[in-house]
């Protein structure tokens, strides 16, 4: 069965530091994937997406993305966290007829 | 308008009532996904229209619920007599094709 997990629900960092938010799938066949973000009170958007070409992808604030065929992994990452990045990040992957969403990570921002 | 557009935004409901939700898509845009997001949980997919094409409903939990999309556009997900395990926030989304999606602000649905 198509699935996609984010291992995480939760992830606490300090300002400044580093994060890596992961993403797994389960799929044979093609497919194509996002990260969206939705922010408090807020709806969701769309953060970046690989639909194919360069398997690094990037977002206009800073955060990237590596879809990894081999491990079928989509893991998003940004070096270096601003308080304004508190939110919650969904991962979602496109099969053949749907986009499934995985259960999100809430990443917290501490001063 | 220029986005995708949902009502009510809040319902609230009596156990075995039937409530019907509206999405409006964005013109032009030939996919709508249904999708519901309960309390601590993540989007769980319902249902997918694409153009002509007989929808997936392959993600709708039960019999009790069920959805149509009239002309490509306007789409009605209903849920007939209503259990408070149905309460959640159902977000409709739609795309062009192979790509963003597109979301509505959500009906926050409360099943009493």
């Known amino acids: 069965a198509q699935s996609v997990t984010q291992l995480d629900s939760q992830v606490p960092v300090f300002e400044e530091a580093p994060v890596e938010l992961r993403c797994n799938y389960s799929s044979s066949v093609s497919v194509y994937l996002f990260w969206y973000v939705q922010y408090p009170n807020q709806g969701l958007q769309l953060l970046l997406k690989y639909l194919s070409g360069s398997t690094l992808v990037e977002s206009i604030n800073g955060f990237e993305a590596e879809f990894n065929k081999s491990q079928t992994s989509f893991h998003l990452r940004k070096p270096s966290v601003h308080i304004s990045d508190t939110a919650e990040y969904f991962c979602?992957?496109?099969?053949?007829?749907?986009?499934?969403f995985g259960s999100g990570t809430r990443l917290s921002i501490r001063p | 308008g220029a986005g995708v557009s949902q009502s009510p935004s809040n319902k609230v409901t009596e156990k075995g009532k039937d409530v019907e939700l509206r999405c409006d898509p964005i013109s032009g845009h030939t996919a709508l996904y249904w999708y519901r997001q309960s309390l601590g949980q993540g989007l769980e997919f319902l249902i997918y229209f694409q153009g002509n094409s007989a929808p997936d409903k392959s993600g709708l939990p039960s019999d009790r619920f069920s959805a149509e999309r009239t002309g490509g556009s306007v789409s009605t997900l209903t849920i007939q007599r209503t259990q408070q395990e149905d309460s959640a926030v159902y977000l409709c989304a739609s795309s062009k094709g192979v790509g963003e999606l597109f979301f509505g602000e959500g009906s926050r649905l409360t099943v009493l």
């Open positions: 979602a992957v496109g099969f053949e007829t749907k986009i499934i």
